[in-house]
């Protein structure tokens, strides 16, 4: 699928793009947080934590830098989602590689059979919080009363309710 910006491309999980995921994600939890045991789990075997439980990966992949960025949506159970794993290498920030992906995963989300999208971060990640308010999520509550035992650093709660990406 080609994005609005002609230099990023989103791309599916492939088995041998894994190890993207892994060190992608690594390079920004290492860098603002410490790595959780869940992060270990979910990083070092995404196909057994996120494929094969019915949830979906995908990348963003620029024309010269290759793969720069990934995000996941993980299956919680009976239609709920979490948007989750979402990083861009520090060196391509600024290409607007996360504003592909979330837009991606939004119009994916409606293909699938997802009731609730819903995502966990922390407030130190003041630019990801304002590309999600600005995509259709709201501080939800009822997100933090369900989910909020998965991650030690999380204590920003959010849920999808519609914005201007999602496509007719």
Same mark, same amino acid.
Request: hydrophobic share 40%.
């Given at each position: ?28 939890? /290492? #860098?603002?947080?410490?790595?959780? $045991? ?35 949506? !993980? ?15 520090? %060196? ?8 592909? @992906?979330? !837009?991606?995963?939004? /119009? $994916?989300?409606? &293909?699938?059979?997802?009731?609730? @999208?819903? @995502? @966990?971060?922390? %407030? %130190? ?7 999600? $308010? !600005? /995509?259709?999520?709201?501080? *939800?509550?009822?997100?933090? #009363? !369900? ?5 030690? &650093?999380? *204590? ?13």
């Amino acid at each position: 699928m080609q994005t609005n910006n002609l230099d990023i491309q989103i791309i599916p999980f492939h088995p041998e793009l894994a190890e993207y995921f892994y060190n992608i994600n690594a390079e920004w939890v /290492n #860098d603002m947080f410490v790595m959780e $045991e869940i992060d270990e789990m979910i990083l070092s075997q995404p196909q057994k934590h996120i494929i094969d439980q019915g949830g979906q990966i995908w990348f963003a992949s620029h024309q010269d830098l290759g793969v720069i960025g990934t995000c996941a949506v !993980k299956n919680a159970g009976n239609g709920w989602y979490e948007l989750t794993k979402m990083g861009v290498l520090e %060196k391509s920030r600024g290409l607007k590689a996360g504003q592909a @992906l979330i !837009k991606h995963v939004i /119009n $994916e989300c409606n &293909r699938m059979d997802c009731d609730t @999208l819903f @995502l @966990l971060t922390n %407030k %130190k990640c003041e630019a990801a919080i304002h590309l999600y $308010e !600005k /995509n259709g999520f709201v501080h *939800d509550q009822g997100i933090k #009363d !369900k989910f909020s035992q998965l991650y030690e &650093r999380s *204590d920003v709660f959010m849920k999808y309710v519609g914005g201007p990406l999602i496509d007719p």
